[in-house]
Each structure stands twice: as C-alpha cells, then as structure tokens.
C-alpha cells in the first residue's frame, strides 16, 4: 500500500483556451458558463450560488471522471425544508435546530428567536434596512470584533457578512467552533446542509458569501473551543528517539531509492544519543513506523518530529489514519542546516485500527537526520506549530522628516533557514482603499529572544521614505513561505513630519506609484476529492491580464496565464474584463488551504488575493 500523493495533484482534464499561455499543456473545450437564476429569501439570500451554479455546469462535463456530486456549497437554490443541523449536533450538543426551506427560517431567525433567547444572551437586532449586515449597530449588548483584532471566535459568537452586489441585506452565521485556522459555522437560508466554514488567519475572517464585516460575542457565553487548556495523552510511538536502533522504523514509499541507518553520536543527536539519518535517490521516498492501535473519530492525534538537514532540503511529515478509507494530514518544510521541529495534526472523520506516522523526502541527495519523535492524542485540539509566520513588532518611529522606521521580528517555522519578506502598508490594510505598499526586504538580521531552533537571524530593521505626513498608520505583515498564509503583524501610528520640497516644486522623496492586483475567488467547491476553482484578477496599473497562480496548503499547484472567459464576470465583479483562471484538481483528505495570487505587472511580486478552505473526508 503506498498512499503517498502529492498534494495538489493537477487532473489531466484539458480546456480549450481563448488566450495565449506559456504553459505547454495543450489544447481542449471551452464552454461559457452561464449565471443561474438566485433563489431563496431577501433577508439572506444565498448569493454565491449564482456563480456556484454557473460553475457547476461547467464541471459536470467532466462528471464521470471524479465530480459525481458539488458539495453543500452549490447547493440547488433554496435549503430543503425540515432539520438541517439537530441542535444536539452542534454548540457541544446544546444548539437549537438549523432549520431550512426559507419563509420564516431567515438567518437571523437563528439566533434572534431562539439561539440566544435559550441562553438569556442579550439581544440580536437588525437595524440598517433590517438586513443581517446591520446586527453589530442593532446589538450594543454584544461586543465587537474586528476583522484585524486577532479575535479567535468560540461557540455561539455570531459571524457579520456584508451585503454584496447582489444581495443588499448580507449574511449571519452562528459559530461551531474554531479548530486550528477553520472557523464552523450553521446557518439559514444558504447551505443546503445548514453548516458552512470561514478560514481565520489571526488577522482576518474570510471563505463568506461576501466579506465579514465582523464577530460578536456576548459577555455571557462562556463556551469554549476543542483544545483549550486541554493537555496531549502519553507518547504512542516505538522507539522514538531511536535508542533501540533502527526497531520499529522501516522504509514505506519507494523503498529500493530509500537508505537509512541510525548513528550513536550523542553530539550530533538532539536527545539521547542515537538518530536516524536517511537519504533518497527519487523524489517522495520515506521511512516511518505503523502503530496499531484503535484510531478514534474526533480524537486529535499530533506527529512531532525533529529534523535536520546536511543542506537546506525540502521534506514532508505525514501522519495516516489507515484501515478503511485512509484519511491524512501533513505538514512540508524546508529544513536547515540545523534541529527544527515539525508538527502534524490529524483529526479523523471516521474509526480506523491502525496509524502510520511517515517522513517524505522530497530533495533527493540530502542527507536528514530525524530524532525525538513524538506521537500523542488529547479529546481535544493541541498546541501546534501554525504554518502561517509569526512575528512582531518592536518599535516604529520617523527618524527624519519624510521617512518612517520600523523595527520586528518575523519567522515561519515552515522554513526558518528562510527570512520572511516584510511588507508595509500605509493608511489603511491591504486590500483597503487608499492602502500603500512598501515591500521592506526581508528578516535577516540578528534578534534575540526567539527559538534556539529558528537561530537568530529573523530580525528587521527598515528605513523607508513616504510623501505622507502627520498622524501616519503603518501596517505590517509577513509573507507566507511554504503551506500557510501571510500574517498581519499589527499597526503602529507614526507621527512624520512633512519631506522638504526642493526647487522643482516635488518632494524630495517622491512616493513609488506601483498599486498591487486585486482579485478573488469567484468560486470554490469540492465533491470530497474532485475541486474545482474559477479566479480573476486584475491590476490597476495595467489593462493586460494579469498572471495567477494557485496554491494548495502553500505549495503551489498551477502558475498560468488566463485560460478561460467567464461571461459573467463583469456583473458579478464590477470589473470589465472576462479573462480568468478555471483550475480543476484533487485534494488530499484533511484541511485544504486554496489561494489565489496575483502578479503585479510593476515588479512587485506575487500579492496574495483570496483563500478558500475544504475538509476533505
């Protein structure tokens, strides 16, 4: 059995193209999909299914390869009536029942009439035109979150979406619960099954209908998320640290291109005295250990592992729940030339009798040492390493006039031999108008304070001139390397005072003029293994089409040219263009991070533009 699949595999299904591409992947169909009626109620009408729909056309074409059924999320037009969610299926088996069929099941019905009466919460009211967007100004008993504050949302807070072209009254969902960076969420009058995800990213809310415009808690609720304050259960592994020798550990995929051996050099060990050290001559081979044992639904199980590297290499851990369906989850590093841990965590969706914890070398060449290996369980979610970066900041200041300084740290524990580029925006947050860019180079100098295993060297110190003056707001984020996403570091307010202005009138530090592409998801759906995706993009410095690029848990997957002509882009975007990026793929079981990025025509690199999230099962 070898269940190793890369991830983000592309399907060999071809479409025709109106367009020129770079890529060499052939010819094929076009079809231009077309926008379906809306259904559903005026309060919270479920608006993404116009696009769902059209794109759902489109993919059943390729039905009988793998799209047998869209999930929940293109849905027919309306929820079908009766009991959606039961109210002991969620809220910890304290909700109320998620209802569907429209008529008096709007969504703010949910939690108005009956979620937070039942709790004695105060009241959820819709000022504004009554619409869902309008609850944070009718509900001064609920406290507000931000998109930005990093507030993690817990059971029973309520999720604000804005309204869009499209529908005029927004959305609400009621929180689940929030596990690692996936947000569950029920609802009304949306989903055909009542239950719908966000991704929360530390700085912001995303995977809506439309945007969130807020959280809201009440004071009250006292409901907490799997995993709080909940410690991991004994050590499952043989032999972790590799004391008895090579016992209990074996070559799994592509075992003839795979060698190891374990070596007892106390001094090169990072506990004890033994390690392993193996190397590949193909891509995607590995060693690992299988542990029998009964794998439970719902359980948490984390693979920790320590790895180090003769030259940065790239490896992969994955942690398999096997015997059935095998479902997995993986983390994909860049390892330095020095002791990084790598964290796995798995959450089965069904019972299983066996688990495969499993190293994929995906440098060949490379000799890696692994030692200190660790594979646990707890009820509830444990302490992980996030793949997205993580930072600070130290200090901001305006050292001159015209010139702002700021000063941080930022490391993504995904490739710490790595510096995390910095970016700066001015005014307001990326993506905001009146937002803009610096990029600031990336955290190489020297800081203190930060794990012995990332070393020293993730420091910034950036200098940089700005035609702006006064009170200035200068946000800071650090760009994703590897799996994960960008992560905002938070704000500062410098005061600058205003650039001499010389003799031809200009300042004397001219402000770049560069504007970065914006762009979204249009569409994002999954029958369980099949996806499929329509994106767009656009820069506003350029009337050309802009180049877009598809990654899947931070590895990109497909970097291309528009290759499709969506018909109805302009109604649904507000932009005059048809050119997109139709992607179809497979996804590996466990959380999948889609996101979509925009290469800005100026030389700015890559801008992040929008993400999705999907639990394959």
Known sequence: MDPYTPPGSELRIWLART??????????????????????????????????????????????????????????????????????????????????????????????????????????????????????????????????????????????????????????????????????????????????????NNSHYSGGYGTVKAVLHAPQNHFKNPGDNVAANTQMLENASFEAGSHGWKRINKPSKTNFVVYNKANKAHNGSRYLETNTSASGGSVGQDVPTPVKANRFYRLRVWVWAARPASVRAQLWAIGGTAESAHTTVKVPSGWSPVDVLLRPTRNHSKLRAELYMLTTGVNVRLDDASLKWSSSKPDVLSKNPTGGIDAASSPSPGSVRVRGWALDSSSPAESVRITAYLGAKAGQAGAERRNLGRAAAKRSGLPGWAGPNHGFDARFDTGRSGRVVVHLYAENIGEGSRSYLGARTVEVAAAPTVADGSKGSPVPGNRMPRGAIALSVTDGRGYGLLGWAVDPDTGAPVRMRIRINGVVARESDWNYTWADMPAHTGVGRTESLLFLARLEPGENTICLDGLDASGGGWEQLDCRTHLVK
């Open 19 to 200: 367009s020129s591409t770079n890529e060499a992947e052939g010819p094929a169909i076009l079809h231009t999909a077309q926008a379906a009626p809306e259904g559903g109620s005026v309060r919270c009408p479920p608006v993404r299914r116009v696009t769902q729909l059209a794109l759902a056309g489109l993919l059943s074409m390729f039905a009988a390869a793998f799209l047998v059924a869209l999930d929940s999320e293109a849905a027919s037009a309306a929820p079908p009536p009766g009991v959606l969610v039961d109210g002991s299926a969620w809220l910890q088996g304290k909700g109320v029942d998620v209802r569907g069929g429209g008529g008096q099941w709007q969504c703010v019905e949910l939690p108005q009439m009956r979620l937070y009466p039942k709790f004695g919460w105060p009241r959820v009211y819709a000022a504004g035109n009554e619409g869902a967007a309008y609850i944070p100004e009718g509900s001064p008993g609920l406290v507000r979150h931000n998109p930005g504050s990093g507030y993690r949302p817990v059971p029973g807070d309520l999720i604000i979406e804005n309204p869009t072209s499209k529908n005029p009254y927004g959305h609400v969902a009621v929180v689940d619960r929030t596990e690692g960076n996936t947000i569950h969420a029920v609802e009304q009058n949306a989903s055909s099954t009542g239950r719908h995800t966000y991704a929360y």
